[in-house]
């Protein structure tokens, strides 16, 4: 099952992703081509879900080992090289039925991490540089993106906050329901805004209780520098 994919500078790409019992990390050569595959962690009945891949900044990569089928999940963050070798991985403590949601690459090697209840910041090597609890209204559904001054904004359900790179609130805003219900995806943009892609959902009239989906166009948050 694959769950992340990275293009690299030569062509090839790095593809995360679960098996019934492992793990997975694999390349692609630009035809297809397996050039390597390795395994991540132990083989296992219930194994963790490596979900999310980012590039960082310093050539590596990251990705999420989520565990979504234990009441005390089990949660890494894992950094590897272009060969597959793992550089470091952290272990993130959080409760019942709480996952990493989304991590974006920071300016120094590390990763800035989204789960359902907190933001945490990973250093180049690993440590916990700061963890901030979310605010109320953010708890649940969210994305990511990093911004120019290596700070990150965070995309919830209406909502849109920005964090300096020391994890304080810089601002947080409500936008009614022209985010729709459901963030998709979200993106810095070079003039400070952001590009923002979400869903939402519409039960149609009918004898059915099937209910349709109607993905909404991107959204754009021109100027939300303040």
């Known amino acids: 099952y694959p769950e992340g994919a990275v293009e690299l500078e ?64 089990a949660i890494s963050i894992v950094k590897f090289d272009l060969e597959g070798e793992v550089i470091w991985s952290s272990n993130l403590s959080v409760g019942a039925g709480v996952y990493v949601r989304d991590l ?20 180049g090597d690993g440590a916990v540089a700061w963890s901030v609890t979310l605010p109320s209204d953010f708890l649940g559904n969210g994305r990511l993106a990093g911004t120019a001054d290596d700070g990150v904004a965070l995309l919830g359900d209406n909502r849109i906050a920005r964090f300096d790179m020391d994890g304080n609130v810089v601002w947080n805003k409500a936008y009614a329901a ?16 952001f590009v923002v892609g979400s869903s939402t959902y519409s039960y149609a009239a009918s004898t059915s209780s099937a209910s349709s989906y109607f993905p909404r166009t991107a959204w754009y948050c021109q100027n939300m520098v303040l």
């Open 10 to 73: 030569d062509g090839s790409i790095l593809i995360v992703g679960f098996t019934r019992e492992q793990e997975n990390v694999a390349r692609l050569d630009r035809d297809g081509e397996v050039i390597w595959s390795r395994s991540i962690g132990e083989s296992r009945e219930t194994p963790p879900n490596l979900e999310y891949l980012v590039s960082t900044s310093d050539g590596n990569l990251a990705t999420v080992s989520n565990s979504h089928y234990s009441l005390s999940p």
């Open 104 to 123: 974006v690459p920071t300016q120094a090697g590390g990763v800035t991490v989204l789960t359902g209840a907190s933001l945490v910041r990973f250093a």
């Open 178 to 193: 022209e985010l729709g219900t459901e963030p998709i995806d979200f993106r810095a943009t070079p003039d400070g805004g």
